[in-house]
């Protein structure tokens, strides 16, 4: 069990003149509308709890209105809850003075900006530097390692640039390696890559995921796209007009949606690209662990289908089926069960997103094996399976 | 008097009332004048010896070393060679019709003037930018500053005062201060909102988000306000010369008693040059400051 780093609890937030005297209408549960109505506060958040890890990226989705922007500005105090506990490694947030806030915003997280909020009379490199310059850092070390980020996300020689002069997907980099800059173990991205185009975006999460690989950072992301999340998301948590509807893991949120609207998000999503493998298969069932063709026979004869994979020791073998053990027994019953007489079949890895075992799976005359990295059989994907799951949102 | 003539006539103050009230007023204010007035004067004593102090030196300076460092100045701010060129001219031209003395003593006020305006009117507008409050306090006051006339604030400055630099200085910048101080606030109210989340976000202390982000964005307009200040100044120092500030608004005010016309234009002109001098090379430099600045809206 990995630790929980970021913990919100009973968080509340509503927007207005004097929101501690209407809190009870909250708490009796009336909607954001009506309370909206009845006294011209917004509800912007309403009873969340949360549990970020350390390590994971942590998706935040939702309409636009439904309060991920509110919700993620909590984390660094951006903006104060009316009512809640936000704790941080533990120690709560809301109890920090000025100073404590400061360290806190200097050295814990760092966030990328929906409209990247660079600063626009900087130099790219000043840019990047600029939140080791806020605390206090030599200019020289400072620069040196604003220069070895930018590398990093790719724009070295664009050090003396300014942020006008950057289309908008490199200033974005600018607004990551800004962030990466610091060190901070918190990386809070608010629609970071809502404002680029299709194909700039999937570079963006591409880079994104990289770097994680190696920096294990622990990243609250915010976006309003569930393709995005998917991709991203170790874990994803779904907001409507403030409140979270359902959490969970990516597959656990497209294949058990928890109410309509999450279903209207899971609708539009292309599973085939969003799902692996591992996620739909079936339990492996005919599995023919005989040695010899007379055992491997009989075993098969137990099952419904004609057909069983061939497993031992080492993991998955290959296919072999009735009428090619038939043949076998009647040549020889006691020989082993050797490759001679298996279909050798490319089994598929339980990784693999379901867009790219398509082709396969409909050709094969059976269904086909799934593998784990180890080589153990894990699993089956049938056409029907396939057919089931991406036919299902229409 | 019968009761209904308020209906055709405005029920107005008694003469005499209003002669009291005007007599305890001056007598207060006279009384308050007599008190302070040293004192006050005295205040401003550091003021006064470095507007003289200056006025001393660019009146010694040779006035080819004048003319150069000013023309260096202008290519330096704007980095054209046509501004320095131009600056050069006008200036063999004021020294040619013999006013180059009073160009010299108009340039060291409304140089001390303009100072004294930043030095005061760019705090105050960042007090203003930080609080509605304070904003909606000072603004009818500037409203009062940049209406009432000139002259009706000269009376009480140079009852306390008495006539010389000293009043003359703060009647220019009283009318001149109030640009520098809106522009500031609205320089500082209208820092895109975006970037000055990110500075919180990264944890600038409010000094660093006024110092790194607010006064640098804030630039272009907070220059615009300091060259309408400089711009004003300059108008008033025909009127401030009514109080005996030396300068090229002297002239200008002898010729209006006695209808010179000539002297009158020369000076008008002179001003005039000054005033194109200084508004071009104040605009060029926030220019070339800004540069990189530009086309943000549009990308
Ligand atoms: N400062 C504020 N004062 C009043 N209401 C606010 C304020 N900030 C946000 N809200 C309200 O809170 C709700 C959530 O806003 P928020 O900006 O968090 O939405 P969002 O999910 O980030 O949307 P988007 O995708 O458009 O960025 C909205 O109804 C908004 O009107
Ligand atoms: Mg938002």
Known sequence: MADVLIEIENLYKLFGRSPAKYMPLVHAGKSKDEILAETGHTLGLKDINLQIKRGEIFVIMGLSGSGKSTLIRHFNRLIDPTEGVIRVEGSDVMQFDKKELQHFRRHKMSMVFQRFGLLPHKSVIDNVAYGLQIQKVSSNEAKAKAKEWLETVGLSGYEDQYPSQLSGGQQQRVGLARALCTDAEILLMDEAFSALDPLIRSEMQDQLIKLQETLHKTIVFITHDLDEALRLGDRIAILKDGEIVQQGEPEDILLNPATEYVEAFVRDVNRARALTVETVMKDPACRITAETIEEALKQMKGFKQDYGYVVNADGYQGVVTEEALKEAYADDKTADLTEDIMEEVDPLEEGAVLESVIPCTLEADFPLPVVDDAGNLTGRLSRGTLSDVLGERA | ?299
Request: include cysteine.
């Open chain 2, 1 to 299: 008097m019968a009761e209904s003539s308020w209906l055709t006539e405005f029920p107005q103050l008694e003469r005499a009332d209003l002669r009291d009230i005007r007599k305890s007023l001056d007598a207060g204010y006279r009384e308050f004048s007599r008190e302070y007035g040293e004192l006050i004067e005295s205040f401003f004593d550091p003021l006064l010896t470095f507007l003289v102090w200056f006025e001393k030196l660019l009146l010694a300076t040779p006035w080819w070393l004048v003319i150069a460092v000013i023309a260096g100045l202008a290519y330096f701010a704007s980095r054209s060679w046509k501004l320095g060129l131009g600056v050069v001219i006008s200036f063999m031209l004021i020294g040619y019709f013999g006013m180059w003395d009073n160009t010299m003593r108009t340039m060291s006020i409304i140089l001390v003037c303009t100072l004294m305006a930043i030095a005061l009117g760019v705090p105050i507008g960042i007090g203003m930018a930080r609080s509605d409050r304070t904003q909606s306090l000072v603004t009818p006051i500037l409203d009062v500053m940049q209406t009432m006339p000139a002259f009706v604030y000269l009376i009480p400055v140079v009852m306390l005062l008495g006539i010389g630099k000293i009043p003359g200085v703060i009647a220019v910048i009283i009318y001149a201060i109030p640009p520098v101080i809106r522009l500031t606030n609205l320089g500082i109210r209208l820092v895109d909102k975006d970037v000055m989340e990110a500075a919180t976000a990264y944890g600038a202390s409010p000094l660093q988000r006024l110092m790194g982000v607010q006064l640098p964005l804030a630039m272009p307009t907070i220059m615009a306000g300091i060259n309408q200040t400089i711009m004003m100044s300059l108008s008033m120092v025909v009127i401030a010369s009514m109080i005996g500030v030396k300068g090229l608004g002297q002239p200008v005010l002898k010729s209006i008693t006695n209808q010179y016309f000539t002297l009158g234009l020369l000076n008008g002109l002179a001003i005039v040059a000054l005033a194109i001098i200084f508004d071009r090379v104040s605009q060029a430099y926030a220019k070339r400051a800004q540069e990189h600045m530009k086309g943000l809206e549009n990308g």
